[in-house]
């Protein structure tokens, strides 16, 4: 079976190796079937020449035989016997066969002679389907096809009847022996056996050099495709010649050569994009620290100053801040773009995360109204970057306060064997199927009139979805119009595992979960 | 209390005196690196700010070279929060940094934390591993031989040494340790531990004064001597 499994791989994996296989087999059914039909065309050739003989042979036999009896003018019994045994002689030598019978038609009058019959005869030889032949027709030659007894034989069977003086109707049968040529016959066969195996071998090798040939060029893009896909963009084919292959070679490298070309640019395109992102981070940066601090201070002294100079001065804070995190924002994405982003990787207990998260956000909850609840269960350490995931579990809390509308946001915490969930639950206004695809999208509100009432830069979740593919982990939304909504971020265990099969903690919590184990509320109505 | 601005940009240079002097420090600006090591010597500051990208003299060398004359606390100041360039920093010998933009109450709390004497340990002598510090004297010794270490990284030592049990978080060190933990890069803590251990291990591949606790942080290693 394994041998089939081989073969089966061989099959698909090698043009050539179909090619041989398919012209040997073809050559073999041919050759197959050619042998048998010649065979059975040459053994039934073969049969009916020698049966000609054979008849002929009996046809002799008989006459001399019939010619013998009839000048005998014997009366006596003994003398018929010593006839007939005579007669059995001669036509021995005639047909130079050691089987004749020479046997009495049954049914006649009694009489004294009896049979006679060579020594090697054997009884068994003469069926008696043409005893009764002859015994109807005695004067036409009958002959039928027997398997000699003693070794197997095909032989032929001859018979006729005669006339014995004073003795009545008698039967002559010969029995020829065919193994001669069945000898024949067999040598011829195993000759075309061997042939037929030197046809299909030597077909085989000729499949395989000519093919092999023309195959190369075909198995040298093959090999050069391969050097290119492993990075050498400088791989070329060989041209020869000026037929279809040489096309194949000269399209193939002028497509290697646009392809080097493009992936030279994007390389470039990605340096540049990289550089962008230092550079640009350096740039802005300084003269945002100088206006941040001149806000920050002017805004510090609002109280001495005019109605019109103090709100100008929050106005110049708030906005300030906004900007700063816009950049920042800004920043953390081109990073993401232009793959340069590093991860800081240390243990993380998640539970001590949300926990401090939960912590900070109280006060927000007041305001909002919305009571925070936390649940973690077991142990929930994972390999990851601690500040990226705890930003991450900042949004989706936040975003949970802001778009709740004062409905409670419970978070739970649990793990199994390949990974920790962290999922937040709120039982707001719930997401359409529509803004369900985009919520991850830069920049993409909920409703871009609404007043933002915690500031964000709509670059929140696209960040965190960024931040949890750089741990290998998953970030996923369940969400139903009306009722609520639930993200659950689930990092693997140990890093560069992947999140196998069902997590740990369903996307949908049922409403108020009541559990009294392990539950920490806080926040809520004042 | 005295501070010198190493910075290039002149605006930013001045707003950093304006909030400073506001709150009561004396301030002298330098707007390239040469000067700054100069300036340095004449003014004798109690705590250095330092921008990173510096023309002329680089920000790291102007670190390293302050760091060579005294043990005058350095807070940098950079644009770029990529690893490499914040671990630059800190290796060149920098106590802490801050990354642009920050707010005014943030500079001048880390300013203050680092300029706060060291409160008093209750112990006289403490013992970490095969080492043996003199708390008073603030050395740290080896069979006899002392190990010099900066006030920063002898403050790390005393406060491992002083809870031999406690496996500090990364947190709780730049707590006691620098001031303050809020908003608080733990790659401080890592650099600095690395720096310690370079200086006072036998094997600084196999820690056995500064212990690192999986998960956790770091502890004094168990005593031996």
Redesign the interface.
């Known amino acids: 079976m394994r041998f089939l499994g081989w073969v089966k791989r061989l099959w698909g994996r090698s043009l050539l190796t179909r090619s041989i296989i398919t012209m040997v087999a073809c050559t073999a059914i041919a050759v197959t079937l050619g042998s048998y039909l010649m065979i059975a065309l040459t053994s039934s050739s073969l049969f009916e020449a020698r049966r000609e003989r054979v008849l002929l042979s009996a046809n002799r036999a008989a006459s001399q035989a019939q010619s013998m009896l009839s000048a005998s003018s014997v009366s006596s019994q003994a003398n018929v016997q010593s006839l007939l045994y005579s007669v059995l002689a001669t036509t021995e030598s005639v047909t130079a066969s050691q089987n004749v019978a020479l046997l009495r038609t049954p049914g006649q009058a009694d009489s004294a002679s009896l049979d006679v019959t060579s020594s090697a005869v054997n009884r068994t030889d003469i069926p008696l389907a043409l005893r009764s032949k002859v015994g109807k027709d005695p004067g036409q030659i009958w002959w039928q096809s027997i398997a000699l007894a003693e070794n197997g034989n095909p032989g032929i069977v001859a018979g006729v009847g005669l006339n014995v003086p004073s003795s009545g109707l008698h039967e002559l049968y010969i029995v020829y022996d065919l193994g001669a040529d069945q000898v024949t016959l067999r040598h011829l066969e195993w000759m075309l056996v061997v042939g037929g195996i030197a046809i299909v071998l030597l077909v085989g090798l000729i499949t395989w050099g000519v093919v092999g040939r023309v195959l190369r060029p075909v198995k040298d893009a093959a090999n050069t495709s391969e050097k290119i896909a492993h990075g050498d963009l400088t791989q070329r084919m060989r041209i020869r010649g000026n037929d279809e292959v040489t096309t194949l070679a000269t399209s193939f490298n002028s497509m290697a050569n646009s392809l080097q070309v493009k992936i030279t640019e994007l390389a470039s395109l990605t340096q540049m994009q990289q550089r962008f992102v230092?550079d640009v981070?350096?740039e802005l940066?300084?003269?945002?620290?100088?206006?941040?601090?001149?806000a920050?201070?002017i805004y510090?002294k609002r109280e001495g100053f005019d109605p019109v100079t103090a709100r100008s001065s929050e106005l110049l804070f708030d906005q300030t801040n906004r900007f700063?995190t816009l950049l920042a924002d800004l920043l953390e994405m081109s990073r993401f773009d232009a793959h340069?982003s590093?991860l800081?990787l240390m243990?993380v207990?998640l539970g001590q995360v949300t926990r401090r998260i939960v912590t900070d956000m109280h006060d927000v909850s007041v305001a909002q109204n919305s009571e925070l609840s936390l649940k973690v269960t077991g142990d929930v350490?994972v390999d990851g970057d601690?500040s990226r995931l705890e930003r991450i579990i900042r949004n989706l809390v936040a975003n949970a306060l802001e778009y709740g509308a004062g409905t409670p946001v419970e978070i739970q915490v649990a793990g199994d064997d390949n990974s920790v969930c962290v999922a937040v639950q709120d039982y707001g206004e719930g997401l359409t199927r529509a803004e369900m695809e985009r919520v991850f999208d830069r920049f993409w509100r909920k409703d871009p009139s609404r007043e933002r009432t915690l500031g964000g830069t709509g670059l929140g979740l696209s960040i965190a979805s960024e931040d949890t593919a750089l741990h290998g982990g998953r970030l996923d939304v369940w969400s139903n119009q009306g009722e609520g909504t639930c993200f659950r971020l689930a990092i693997p265990r140990t890093f560069g595992d992947k999140i196998t099969g069902s997590t740990s903690l369903p996307l949908r919590l049922p409403l108020h979960q009541d559990d009294a184990t392990g539950n920490v509320l806080l926040g809520g109505q004042a | 209390m005295r501070i010198q601005v190493i910075d290039d940009d002149v605006a930013l240079a001045e707003m950093i005196s304006i909030v400073l002097r506001d709150q009561g420090f004396d301030v002298d600006v330098s707007h390239n690196g040469r000067a700054a090591v100069d300036d340095f010597d004449d003014w004798n500051p109690d705590l250095v700010l330092l921008d990173l990208m510096l023309p002329g003299l680089g920000g790291i060398a102007v670190c390293e070279r302050l760091k060579a004359k005294s043990d005058v606390p350095i807070i940098m100041l950079t644009a770029k929060t990529d690893t490499q360039d914040v671990v630059a920093g800190l290796e060149a010998g920098a106590d802490d940094y801050i990354s642009k933009p920050f707010k005014p109450a943030e500079l001048v709390a880390r300013v203050r934390a680092r300029l706060r004497s060291l409160t008093p340990q209750e112990a006289v002598r403490l013992y970490v591993a095969d080492l043996v510090i003199d708390v008073e004297a603030h050395e740290v010794k080896r069979a006899g031989k002392p190990l010099l270490v900066t006030p920063l990284e002898f403050r790390i030592l005393t406060t491992l040494a002083a809870a031999p049990a406690h496996a500090f978080t990364r947190d709780e060190l730049l707590d006691q340790v620098w001031g303050y933990s809020y908003k608080a890069d733990t790659r401080l803590v890592n650099v600095h531990i690395q720096r310690l251990r370079a200086k006072v291990e036998i094997d600084p591949e196999n820690p056995k004064v500064v212990e690192t606790v999986r998960g956790v942080g770091y502890r004094a290693g168990a005593v031996t001597s």
């Open positions: 230092s981070s350096h940066r300084t003269p945002l620290a100088t206006i941040r601090l001149a920050d201070t510090a700063e340069q590093e800081d243990s207990d350490v601690s």
